[in-house]
């Protein structure tokens, strides 16, 4: 099971930018394996306001709160948390919310993080993937050098969509 957010601004559930393209190259990764997915996306605003707060809050816990139900309600299947730019933000923020039995076991990729600097609490380094490319301003966090970078550099953190090959192939290989 995944369970994706979004970006800031992006349409509920699971966005345009990365989630529906992350679905289809996942499927093509898993189908041949006779595994099944789950690809679930996090309610939550994904606005602005959340994005400069660090993530927003509600958000947070709500991906903390599906992440744990997924985990204990299908306790043979994988769980994987994924976010796109806020979206990682959530990532970060939730894990410091799960039981660590839970983040113990459970898969994680960022694209565009803003955390991109910090590990992912409780998650070990080798279920972790980082995606960031180097001239995107948000993966230097959400403060005014990195907004202005953004900005400038719109582009580079927007086509995320070309790396969904290399996230599907992580999650494959660790689920």
Not at 91 to 112: C, E, M, R, W, Y
Not at 121 to 148: E, Q, W
Request: charge should be negative; glycine fraction near 10%; aromatic fraction near 6%.
């Amino acid at each position: 099971m995944v369970v994706f957010a979004r970006g800031t601004n992006e349409p509920s559930p699971i966005g345009d930018l990365v989630g529906p393209q992350l679905e289809e190259a996942l499927r093509g990764w898993l189908n041949p394996r006779n595994k099944t997915l789950t690809f679930e996306g996090v309610a939550y605003s994904a606005s602005i306001a959340g994005f400069l707060e660090g993530g927003d809050p509600d958000g947070s816990k709500a991906m903390a709160s599906q992440i744990t139900l997924a985990a204990r309600l299908c306790p043979d299947a994988s769980v994987v948390s994924v976010g796109y730019s806020q979206g990682a933000q959530l990532v970060h923020n939730s894990a410091k919310q799960l039981p660590a039995d839970v983040a113990s076991h459970i898969t994680v990729v960022t694209f565009g993080d803003p955390d991109s600097r910090e590990t992912v609490y409780g998650i070990p380094a080798s279920k972790t993937c980082v995606i960031c490319h180097r001239d995107d301003g948000a993966c230097g966090g959400n403060g005014l050098l990195n907004i202005l970078l953004l900005l400038l550099f719109l582009q580079n953190h927007l086509d995320y969509a070309q790396d969904v090959g290399t996230a599907a192939k992580f999650i494959a290989e660790n689920v």
